[in-house]
């Protein structure tokens, strides 16, 4: 008999005292221990210049070596809230390669965020100035009074560092705090010299991914004051989401028989601006296939006004027409950007989404911000609800298990799936007994397949697992997507629907074999190679910028596809556009030499 349900009586009377579901901060992220390293080896400036200017917006998971010299600090886009621009770095209580300082619960010196040394031999006259933007928490973790964030210089002229700058967490009320700009002047001569550098320190609890302080757009600059408003810079301020109206990832063929009715009506992006001013700004995007081709566009839209520091919600019609591409899977991206732009960074105005069509349903993003476990003495149940658009055979359940230095490894729990009830689990489909695993990686899950493939006709089931002992079972939780309506848990033979706190449980059904295709960007999918024109609007010439072979071809068209200019680039290709009538063109580059295959960007010719 099995041995769950032979445990039954016994699971409900250890579980009098339980207490439900707790969600806590990630223990670890394991990273790759070699990425930063190489990155920073490479032959970059010892010696900083001005302006200098550094928002976090890129994909991480480090600081960007050009810049800094530590690499514990944490690049990310979904852990701040209302951020100045996409991407921040987060100091927290997990060293570099994502692992804990401390197997047990301590507090202590954690992450360090230390600049490369700067050209600095400015006299105090020149009223140069840093400033930065911080926020204790975020949708993270929030620090407590004995938490700490500091801010250190460096004084090339006897070697020492020397604090300016500090905040401390807080026990009560520990609520959602905006970000706040921090402006310091410096002025002491020991600190403008050539090789002064500045360095982010925390106080944090060691053992996880605790006490969170987000960082964003840092600036040092000359001929500053302390009323500095002067950011001419708009952007996006989060990652752009799914296409889908429910799902952030479908399998191919259960997407395709009802394309239209499985496309969201809209989709929502998030713009913000530094500007001193309420201003308008033009919006636009690219859809590109698999195979990089561009399929659809939007000319480029005025969106606005966008108000300083708060979040604009620009809203479009999802219009795409989807079409087989004869594969088992697909993606598709959706490139966003902002044009008509003088800004200090163009690099945040440019957001992309990568939509997986694949052979998984998946409601979370794919990145945790937290774990969650149950909260009890003895075991229980959580379940997700989900509802597969086909009848079709389940295969495998994929989870983001999250290890902590509580790690339950070769701990007994089970896998299991449950029809709908009323607004609940209901019948027991499966059952699976299992050994808790350790985490692959940082936002890489963990794939279970079925002992028995279970058949499922269209509808609503559940995904979840069950304890009969007590540890922490950590799931990834996804806390930028809000699942609330679906998770449900049971520690004493009652379903109760989960509320505390909002987010997505990552568990991902999967219909099809192989199991570990594409649950991330595939290798093999030509990804459109980045680069930018500029100016754009444009006078009588464009410039290309980007890493590609001489001999690449370019060519211009008009918004009917008629060719009416080509060539081939050269490092920092000028081409002159003084030929064509004001208006809106396409530019397209040979996504490599030779390959016949082009990506395209909108230009605006401007009237001189």
């Not at 604090?163 to 310091?184: A, I, N």
């Amino acid at each position: 008999m099995n041995k769950l349900l032979i445990c039954m009586p016994l699971l409900w009377a250890c579980m009098g005292m339980a207490q439900g579901l707790k969600v806590e901060p990630l223990g670890s992220m394991p990273l790759d221990q070699k990425s930063y390293g190489t990155k920073s080896t490479r032959d970059f400036p010892d010696t900083l210049q001005l302006p200098f200017v550094e928002d976090f917006s890129y994909p991480g998971p480090y600081p960007d070596g050009r810049l800094w010299l530590s690499p514990s600090a944490f690049i990310s886009s979904t852990l701040p809230y209302l951020p100045p621009t996409i991407g921040v770095a987060t100091l927290d209580g997990l060293r570099w390669d994502g692992q804990p300082y401390a197997s047990i619960i301590q507090n202590g010196g954690a992450d360090t965020l230390l600049s490369r040394p700067f050209r600095l031999n400015f006299p105090p006259s020149d009223s140069l100035y840093m400033s930065f933007f911080v926020q204790p928490g975020g949708i993270g973790n929030f620090p407590e009074f004995v938490d700490s964030l500091m801010l250190e210089f460096y004084s090339p002229v006897d070697s020492l560092w020397r604090w300016v700058w500090g905040s401390k967490g807080e026990d009560y009320p520990q609520t959602m705090r905006p970000f706040r700009k921090v402006m310091l002047p410096i002025r002491d001569t020991l600190f403008l010299k050539n090789g002064f550098q500045f360095r982010f320190r925390n106080h944090a609890q060691l053992n996880g991914s605790w006490d969170h302080w987000n960082i964003d757009y840092i600036e040092i600059d000359r001929f500053r004051n302390r009323f500095d408003t002067l950011h001419t810079d708009f952007a996006f301020m989060y990652p752009p989401k799914s296409l889908l109206h429910t799902y952030q990832a479908l399998p191919l063929w259960h997407f395709l028989p009802q394309a239209n009715e499985n496309m969201d009506e809209l989709y929502t992006l998030s713009l913000t601006t530094l500007n001193a001013f309420p201003a308008n700004r033009f919006y636009g995007y690219d859809f590109f296939n698999a195979n990089g081709d561009l399929v659809d566009f939007l000319q480029f839209e005025n969106q606005g006004p966008i108000i300083p520091r708060q979040e604009y919600i620009l809203e479009e019609p999802v219009k795409y027409t989807y079409e087989d591409p004869g594969t088992e899977w697909t993606v598709y991206y959706l490139k966003h950007f902002l044009s008509d732009n003088t800004d200090s960074l163009a690099r945040n105005d440019t957001a992309t989404y990568i939509q997986v069509l694949s052979n998984y349903y998946a409601l979370d993003d794919g990145s945790a911000e937290a774990r969650v476990s149950l909260n009890n003495n003895g075991g229980g149940f959580v379940a997700q609800r989900f509802e597969n658009y086909i009848s079709d055979t389940l295969k495998a359940v994929q989870f983001y298990f999250n290890r902590t230095v509580m790690n339950g490894a070769g701990q007994e729990w089970f896998l299991m799936i449950w029809a709908a009830g009323n607004n609940q689990p209901g019948q027991l489909l499966h059952q699976q007994a299992l050994t808790y695993p350790d985490s692959p990686g940082l936002n890489q899950f963990s794939t279970i397949a079925l002992s028995t493939p279970l058949f499922l006709p269209s509808g609503s089931y559940y995904v979840g697992w069950a304890q009969t002992s007590n540890f922490e079972l950590n799931v990834g939780f996804d806390r930028n997507i809000n699942s609330n309506d679906r998770i449900y848990y049971n520690l004493d033979g009652n379903w109760y629907n989960y509320a505390a706190a909002e987010g997505t449980l990552m568990l991902r059904p999967i219909f099809r074999y192989p199991f570990d295709i594409y649950v991330s960007t595939p290798a093999t999918v030509q990804k459109p190679q980045e680069w930018q024109l500029f100016p754009n609007p444009s006078g009588d010439f464009i410039q290309i910028s980007g890493d590609h072979a001489d001999g690449t071809r370019w060519m211009i068209s008009d918004l009917q596809g008629r060719v009416l200019l080509n060539g081939e680039y050269e490092s920092q290709t000028k081409l002159d556009v003084s030929t064509l009538p004001v208006g809106m063109y396409f530019l397209g580059l040979e996504s490599s030499k030779g390959s016949g295959r082009f990506t395209w960007k909108k230009f605006i010719r401007s009237a001189q």
